[in-house]
C-alpha cells in the first residue's frame, strides 16, 4: 500500500482495541482449527444499487478435532444461508464474525467445503486506498468505473472469508458478473467469459498460487486491454497485461514503457516475478494504487515524480515480491511489506540512474516523512487499520539503509535482500524470522539494530563531547539508545585534512585523538545512517 506526503502532519491518536478487534485478529480456536485451501468466490455486481450477490465456498483442511468454526463478514452484509455437505447450518454472528455449528465433529485432517451465500451493499470507501471498501466511481465519459481496496479494513467487508494473514488459500477462483458492456478484471488470469441472465457477462479468473484476503479484488469498468511479454534472463517469457480505461490506451502504450526495466531490476535485486504463471498487470482504478497480487491497482494519471519513474508503478509492483510473496504473519508486523517495498524504490532507482547521490536525496525525502509516533511492531492479535502508521514506510526504509551501511559491504548486503526474498517466497514470516536471517546471511548481530526501531520511538542518539589535552584533541562517544546493546558504526570527520573516519560507537563512552591539533570541524555523516549526533549535556 502507499501512504501520503501529508501523513507526516497527521497526529495519531493513542489507539483502543474492541471485541471485533480480537476476533479478527487473534486466532482463536474456532479459527486456529482449520486451514483455508481453497476459495471459489461468485458474485453479481449491481452498480446501479451499488450492491453485491452470491456465495463464496471455503474449502478447508481440519488442523485438529472441531465442531464450530468461525469465518468472517461485516455485519452489514446479510447471509442467505450456509450449507455444509449440502446441508443448511445454523449460525450466529457476533458483529464481523460469524460461527458456523457444524451439527458433528470434523476429525482432524479431514477436507471439507461450506458454501455461504450472501448479499448486500459494501462498505463504501471514504478515502480509498488508506479507508478503504468499494469504490463506485465515473469515468470521464460518466460511465461506472469500480474498484475495491480494503487493507487493514479487512476482506471480510465485502466477502465471507477466514480474515487473518496467516492462513492463505492454495489457489482461488473469482467469478464476477457485470452488466454488458462492463469488463470486470480480478487476480490471476482469465480463463472465460460467458453470457448470463438480464444483459450481464459473467468472467472467470483462476489464481493458482496462494493469496492474501486484502490481495483480492474487482475493478470494473469500460477497459481496454493492452498485451506485452516480459522476458526473464532464463528466457523464460511473462505474460504482461494492461488494463485501462479505452480512452487512455494511446497514453498508456508510451507511459507502462517502463514496467520491464523495472522488472529487470527486481529480477536482478530479488529473483523472478514470484507469481510466474498468473502474469502481471497494471490495473487502472479510481484510486491511488494498491498491491493487488497479479492485478496491480494503478490510478497515478500516468504521472511520473522528479526522479523519473512513476512511484506506483514501482511501490505497488515491488509489493508482488514483499507482501504477496513475502507476507507478514500478524497485522502487528506488517512493517515487513511496507519497509522493504518502501525501501525497493531506492534500489529501483540506483538501477535507473546507477547514482549514489541520487539515491541520497531521495532518502533525505523520505526522511522527512519519519514521525516517531508509534513503534513500527504493533500490538499482536489484533486487527486495525494501520494507514496512519507511515513510520513502517519510511523510517523502516531508513532502517534498511542503517543496515546496508552498518554491513558496508554492498555485494553482500545485495546477496542478503536478494536470498531473503527467495528464501520466505510464498510464505509467511514474523519479525523474529527476518532478524535470524539477516543475521545468519550476514555473519553479524543486527538485532539490537533491528529492535531499536522496529520496537521503540526513540531515535538513536550520538552523545559526544570534546577535550583537549596539550596538544592533542579528542572526541569521546557514545549511543544513548533503549536497546542496551545497540552498537551500529557511523563516519565522522573531525576536520576536513583528517578526512573521514569510521567509529563503532556502543553504549560506553569511547574516544578518538586528533593528533594533528587542528581546529576542530567536527561532522558526522547522516547520509548513510538514521540517528541524531546531540552534545553531551542536550539528550532527550
Known sequence: MITLFCLASVAVA???????DTLRGTLLPERACYDVTYYDLNLKVKPDEKSIAGYN??????VQDFNIMQVDLAANMVIDRILFEEYQMRFRREGNAVFIN??????KNS???VKIYYQGQPRVAPHPPWDGGFSWAKDKQDRPWIGVSCQGLGASTWWPCKDHPSDEPDSMRIYCEVPEPLMCVANGNLSGVISAPGNYKGYDWRVSYPINNYNVTLNIAHYAHLEDTYIAVDGERLAVDYYILDYN???AKKHFEQVKPMLACFEKRFGKYPFWRDGFALVETPYWGMEHQSAVAYGNNYQNNEFDFDFIIIHESAHEYFGNSLSAKDYAELWIHESFTTYSEVLYLECLTGSSEKTIEYLKKQRL????????????GVSYNYWRDSDIYFKGTWMLHSIRHTIANDTLWYNTIYDFAQQFRIQNLSTEQVIDFFNKRTRKNLTPIFK???????????EYKWERKGKKTSLSYRWI??????????WVQINKETGWVRIFPTTQWQTLTDKKNKQPELEFNTDLMYFKPVEAGRAN
Open 14 to 20: 493513542q489507539r483502543t482495541y474492541s471485541r471485533a
Open 57 to 62: 465456498a471455503i474449502t478447508f483442511r481440519a
Open 102 to 107: 457444524m451439527n458433528k465433529i470434523i476429525p
Open 111 to 113: 477436507v471439507g467445503t
Open 249 to 251: 490506451k494511446e497514453k
Open 369 to 380: 516523512r519519519i514521525r516517531n509516533l508509534d513503534p513500527m511492531v504493533g500490538q499482536f
Open 452 to 462: 531499536q526501531y522496529l520496537f521503540h520511538t526513540q531515535v538513536p542518539q550520538l
Open 481 to 490: 539508545a533503549v536497546e542496551k546493546d545497540f552498537n551500529m558504526p557511523v
